[in-house]
């Protein structure tokens, strides 16, 4: 009954402690978080260490509940249950086979099994692991002592004799681990010394003048680390990878933040980037390229330049910005306006031609309609046609100089003395077919 009832405890919280915490809704437990008002878990990292927490949850509960069943195949073990014991002992290593208290206890009932007096055969199991465990010792084979004794001590608590020799066994073990320990300090092997030193305590943690030579170890050791880890920051540095050093550095100041090498190197490092940022900064500002500046400018920031002088500069090259995207925007305006200008005057020009095409058009229809009779010239005056010569000759003189209006109208004088002369016509008409009769 009590082999049934445990094996379906176990079952049932084997169950719920195997499944994957991977295999979470993580979304929904988050969920269920804010319902309950205790906020949200928006990171990665954070839901990382939450289910991370849920998982070291899973498993101290599934170490408690072996340890109950363990503790009823025990007692089945006592009362000679042989085959119950062994069947609660293989559910445990099915669940954790590292459970090396529920392998021995299963070793046992393996061993029992069948036995027609349990009681006898079970003090004769535990004076043969006594006997073998003598034996191993006395062949200088501690560690198998160890593990015999260690089993005969499971199987019968009580056994005073067994524990003694364990007990004793075990402080030799843990004297030969400190001896190991000291040697391996003397030749400066520092982490082989901790190893040594912390079996030694796992077999007597009472071991006398220990935990101070482990604090004393630890500390040379941690201080040998970050010097190695400083050494390997400055070839970082030097090789142009800056934050490769810096992150080597944030790892030896979380493990010793008062180490003064560390933060005067990684102060040093930091003002240097900061520095050679804040200036190619200043060059692409100079250059006019406003957003990769302020780019160099956040990176020196994030190396631990000052954010009121950052600001600053930020301040200054959105300034520019804004007025250097004014004057472009003035000068398309601008650019707009005179577009606008030069196409209504070239519709005025073109306008203004085609009226003086057709005001010659039509002066030269009236002259063909108005010709002179040739009877009437020869009625002009001498003293007309000079004068008519006199006029057209001020006409050219006027013509060259460039005042058509005073041209046009020497020319028009000459033809008004004269009307056969055709020098004058033709300038007038010259006149009147470039620029116009109107004016």
């Not at 969920?31 to 949850?57: H, R, V």
């Not at 057709?358 to 010239?377: M, R, W």
Request: hydrophobic content about 40%; glycine content about 6%.
């Amino acid at each position: 009954m009590i082999a049934s009832l445990a094996a379906a405890w176990l079952a049932g919280a084997c169950a719920w402690a195997a499944e994957p915490a991977a295999g979470l809704d993580a979304d929904g437990v988050f969920l269920d978080m804010a319902k309950l008002n205790l906020g949200t878990i928006a990171s990665e990292d954070d839901k990382k260490k939450y289910i991370y927490t849920i998982q070291l949850e899973k498993a101290r509960l599934l170490r408690k509940t072996l340890k109950g069943v363990y503790e009823n195949a025990f007692d089945l073990y006592r009362r000679g249950d042989f085959e119950g014991a062994r069947e609660l002992t293989g559910k445990i290593l099915a669940v954790d086979p590292a459970y090396d208290d529920a392998s021995i206890l299963q070793r046992a009932t393996i061993e029992l099994s069948g036995s027609a007096k349990p009681y006898a055969s079970e003090r004769k199991l535990v004076d043969d692991r006594f006997e073998e465990g003598m034996a191993l010792y006395r062949q200088g084979r501690l560690v198998e002592a160890v593990s015999r004794w260690e089993e005969a001590v499971k199987l019968s608590p009580a056994n005073l004799k067994a524990r003694w020799w364990l007990k004793k066994a075990r402080g030799e073990l843990a004297d030969e681990h400190f001896r190991r320990g000291q040697k391996a300090y003397r030749q400066h092997r520092l982490r082989e010394c901790l190893d040594q030193w912390y079996a030694a305590l796992v077999l007597n943690p009472r071991y006398p003048r220990l935990m101070p030579a482990l604090a004393k170890v630890e500390a040379e050791a941690r201080e040998a680390d970050a010097n190695e880890k400083l050494q390997n920051a400055l070839n970082l540095y030097s090789q142009g990878q800056t934050d490769e050093s810096i992150k080597m550095l944030d790892q030896v100041l979380a493990a010793g933040p008062g180490n003064t090498k560390a933060q005067k190197l990684q102060a040093e490092i930091r003002s240097e980037m900061a520095s050679q940022h804040v200036a190619q900064g200043r060059k692409l500002y100079e250059a006019r390229k406003y957003d990769e500046a302020i780019g160099e400018w956040k990176k020196a920031v994030s190396y631990g330049y000052d954010q009121r002088s950052a600001d600053q500069l930020f301040a200054r090259a959105k300034e520019q910005m804004r007025r250097e995207e004014a004057a472009r925007r003035q000068a398309a305006e601008a650019a707009k306006r005179r577009a606008e200008e030069e196409r209504l005057r070239a519709e005025a020009e073109a306008k203004a031609k085609e009226e003086a095409e057709a005001a010659a058009k039509a002066a030269a229809a009236k002259a063909a309609e108005a010709k002179p009779d040739p009877a009437a010239a020869q009625a002009v005056s001498d003293d007309n046609k000079k004068q008519s010569q006199q006029h057209y000759l001020a006409g050219m003189i006027y013509y060259q100089k460039g005042d058509y209006e005073k041209a046009r109208n020497s020319w028009a004088h000459a033809l008004q003395l004269d009307p056969s002369n055709s020098d004058a016509k033709t300038g007038l008409d010259r006149i009147n077919n470039l620029y116009g009769g109107g004016r």
